[in-house]
């Protein structure tokens, strides 16, 4: 991460603050863009600032980022979202997203109570069809979400198989063939359920603990099933089982949903080997072969 800000976002932020930025920090967790908290006279924000060539970033996190909001607002429990204040690009090749500072605060007991009620709350926004929100990214990759009849359909199409396809140089032929098989035991794996709305990268490093309740940033947002988010938690590091055991309280997932996390988790750890290379390979067919024992 840059420790300094770039010289061309400066007059852009300060025009959108109204007035001067007394003080740039880095945060942790800038692997994919640089992350500061901007010190100004109205109080700390956040910027997200990156060169990376992809189009629209910062404009598909800030729609993200807005439909967890409305989620939020329309079945409160306690859950919060930054918000958005600004987003655009500089003369430079600069992208940025300028938003809400969010204090964080101890993990604690009813904190991570107040995580699962307010997951399964978000989980409870549904509509009609898998899909069908803008296309978006999961990390540097770009996201795909078009309309789909199933959740099957939608993890195959829009999830498993765009990555497949661009780990080919990483995998085996054997790799292929295992998730063929997968594709064609798919639809008998996963629950039926309504669409849920989804934040699509709820490792735990996108959970924030602050002193006005649990937070959730940097989504890769969309109507998918609510399996995804359970299954993420329980990636690179789980949290405690009291958030699952509020969750379920409040809207008890399918049987057996601790059986699926690896098929869910198929999908990140496909995109982490695309992203960083072989060293995730091992994660990947260790999972597909625990899913295709199920």
Partial sequence: ??????????????????????????????????????????????????????PHLFFTEAQGLGLLRE???????????????????????????????????????????????????????????FGGTANNYFGALPQFNPPAGSAADFFWNARLWPQVRLAAEHLSEADTDNFEALRARLSGLIPVELPSLVHGDLWH????????????????????????????LNLFGSVPERVFDAYAEAFPPAPGWQERVSLWNLYPLLAHVNMFGSGYLRHTRTALNSVLNL
């Avoid at 940033?217 to 299954?231: F, G, K």
């Fill in 71 to 129: 989620a939020a607002s329309r079945r409160p429990a306690g859950l919060l979202v930054p918000e958005v204040l600004a987003y655009g690009d500089t003369p430079g090749g600069w992208q940025y997203l300028l938003q809400s500072y969010l204090p964080p605060a101890a993990e604690t007991p009813q904190a991570q109570e107040a995580l699962g009620r307010g997951l399964a709350a978000l989980h409870g926004v549904s509509v009609p069809g």
């Fill in 205 to 232: 490093g996108n959970l924030l603990y602050t002193a006005n309740g649990p937070a959730l940033i940097d989504p890769a947002a969309a109507y998918s099933h609510r399996e995804v988010d359970l299954a993420a």
């Fill in 1 to 54: 991460m840059s420790r300094t800000i770039a010289p061309s976002l400066l007059p852009l932020l300060e025009q959108h603050l109204g007035g001067p930025v007394l003080e740039a920090v880095p945060l942790s967790g800038g692997d994919i863009n640089d992350v500061y908290r901007l010190e100004t006279g109205r109080g700390p924000f956040v910027l997200k600032a990156s060169r990376r060539a992809l």
